[in-house]
């Protein structure tokens, strides 16, 4: 599996905009990127997921770098509730490979 | 619908002790995965299913572990003999097929104390 490298940690204000960076450079051709979050006392939950262009959804969008050794999910306008760890897992295979992830804190 | 139910959510077991924690996945869904996270650390794979086969069991830390699903449905992770490092949310996915191009929906974890 891919080693991906995240910030520990990201601040943020409500109602701006965020951008959470993952670099994945051993990443494979046939791995997909996938973006998942965790809440405090919550499973994790999925967020978004790519290949190789960018992607939209109602959570999120995720920017693919051309060379697909980086990406970065996007969260148009922060709320409190997005406030959780958030993982990128390049693979493509039988199971999700969580690193350290990203805690996201919002600030009224 | 119903998402993926996990039970107990709390479980304190005394070291020693065999535990058993259960999973109800979304109806319909192929793929089963147990994880395994730590306080403070992100999710670790412990196994997987398809249907009822037990397709990939490399991440279970011991023997004393041991997962089933017999009509590729309700899961069962069994814990024998538990020690204090076992502590842990034991975290249940279901996801609808084949999981490398698709979400996987996560249970609430149970909560495994070894006292």
């Known amino acids: 599996d891919a080693k991906t490298t995240q910030p520990n940690s990201m601040e943020s204000n409500e109602e701006e905009p965020v951008h959470l960076p993952c670099n994945h450079s051993?990443?494979?051709?046939?791995?997909?990127i996938h973006w998942y979050r965790q809440l405090p006392s919550q499973g994790p939950e999925y967020v978004i997921h790519g290949l190789t262009s960018n992607v939209n959804n109602r959570m999120a969008s995720l920017a693919i770098a051309e060379d697909r050794k980086s990406s970065t999910l996007i969260l148009h306008r922060a709320t409190l509730r997005d406030a959780a760890v958030y993982y990128c897992?390049?693979?493509?295979?039988?199971?999700?490979?969580f690193g350290g992830g990203t805690r996201l804190m919002v600030k009224p | 619908g119903a998402g993926v139910s996990q039970s107990p959510r709390y479980k304190v077991a005394k070291r020693g002790q065999d535990v058993a924690l259960r999973c109800d996945p979304i109806s319909g869904h192929v793929s089963l995965f147990w994880y395994q996270q730590a306080l403070g650390q992100g999710p670790e794979f412990l196994t997987y299913?398809?249907?009822?086969?037990?397709?990939?069991k490399s991440g279970l830390p011991s023997d004393r572990f041991f997962a089933e699903r017999p009509e590729g449905s309700v899961s069962t992770l069994k814990i024998q003999r538990t020690q204090q490092e076992d502590s842990a949310v034991y975290l249940c996915?279901?996801?609808?097929?084949?999981?490398?191009?698709?979400?996987?929906?996560f249970g609430q974890g149970t909560r495994l104390t070894v006292v």
């Open positions: 996915a279901s996801s609808r097929n084949h999981p490398g191009n698709t979400e996987a929906f």
């Open positions: 299913f398809q249907n009822e086969a037990q397709l990939d």
């Open positions: 897992i390049p693979g493509r295979g039988n199971m999700l490979t």
């Open positions: 051993t990443i494979s051709g046939t791995d997909y």
